[in-house]
């Protein structure tokens, strides 16, 4: 399981990261990660060290496009 557990990138063959947006209320540095379309997971980046931190498996296999509104909410888009 990916949750709790943390990565560099060298130490983590990451396949797929889609897109990355900052979270406007705190400027945390969040992802998705997928593998090749499937399994998406939302994940931190921490902007120092580049350590990926797994937040949530989505339920959604193919998340294309991550961005914030203005008040913090986060929204993704899926793709084919």
Do not use: M
Request: glycine share 12%; aromatic share 10%; hydrophobic share 35%.
């Amino acid at each position: 399981c990916w949750r709790h557990r943390r990565w560099c990138w060298g130490e983590l063959q990451v396949i797929d990261i889609d897109d990355i947006a900052i979270d406007p209320t705190n400027g945390k540095l969040y992802a998705i990660n997928n593998e090749g379309g499937t399994q998406s997971r939302l994940v931190t980046i921490d902007k120092q060290t580049g350590w990926i931190t797994e937040i949530k498996d989505l339920p959604i296999g193919n998340i294309e496009g991550l961005d914030f509104f203005g008040d913090g909410t986060l929204y993704a888009t899926a793709g084919e």
